[in-house]
């Protein structure tokens, strides 16, 4: 063998180890950006679930304290709603204004706060999530399964729900217009067209 034909007889042995190598290094860059992207994917789940954890301990923090002003807003509301705002009387009237503007202020003050107010409109669906149903009543102004009327607002902190809301809810064979769908409503036990009255919510307390 002369010298002149060593470097031809390695070379598809040297090409051969090249192209090996060059495929070990694609798979191992493979490796590295699906680790990349697999690590990254942790870092946002826990930077997700560190922001639940905070509000998690944020509102239990604050739930008691909120729960106990509750009685209050529940006042001042009670006061603004039945005060003569078709008195004469100066002083009266400037109680008033007093009253509405502390529950006003109460309220903004909840909201800051995370604290959401619900106080669904006559005829908004019944959810069983947000809303106690007090009594059932027959409607021609409300279909079956809708509010009729709120007889205490309930609360929400931070998506918890404190306190439901307290209301009156129109029985099956109802016949006022179809309450409008919600997605984030759960299932009505109120709703239907059966005017028999089975099924109609034996979960919640019903009054005649």
């Known amino acids: 063998m002369t010298d002149e034909q060593t470097p031809a007889e390695d070379m598809p042995f040297e090409t051969d180890d090249a192209s090996q190598e060059i495929e070990a290094l ?18 946002e789940n826990t930077k997700r679930r560190a922001e639940r954890e905070m509000n998690d301990a944020r509102a239990y923090a604050i739930q008691k304290f909120a729960r106990d ?9 009670r006061a603004t709603a039945h005060s003569p705002k078709d008195s004469t009387d100066a ?17 903004g003050a909840f909201e800051r706060n995370g604290l959401k107010k619900i106080d669904p409109a006559p005829g908004e669906k019944f ?50 217009p179809a309450a409008p769908e919600s997605s984030s409503a759960g299932s009505n036990p109120y709703a239907g067209a059966g005017a028999d009255g089975e099924g109609s919510g034996g979960a919640f307390d019903t009054k005649a």
């Open 91 to 107: 002083a009266v009237k400037n109680f008033i204004i007093g009253v509405e503007m502390t529950e006003k202020e109460l309220q």
């Open 127 to 176: 959810d069983p999530h947000l809303h106690q149903a007090v009594t059932e009543q027959p409607s021609t102004e409300v279909a079956a399964g809708g509010v009729i009327s709120v007889l205490q607002a309930g609360y929400e902190l931070m998506g918890r729900l404190v306190r439901p809301a307290m209301v009156a809810v129109a029985a099956k064979g109802s016949t006022g």
């Open 69 to 77: 002003l509750l009685g209050a807003a529940d006042n001042l509301a």
């Open 26 to 43: 694609k798979l191992e860059v493979a490796q590295l950006k699906e680790q990349a992207l697999r690590y990254a994917a942790e870092a």
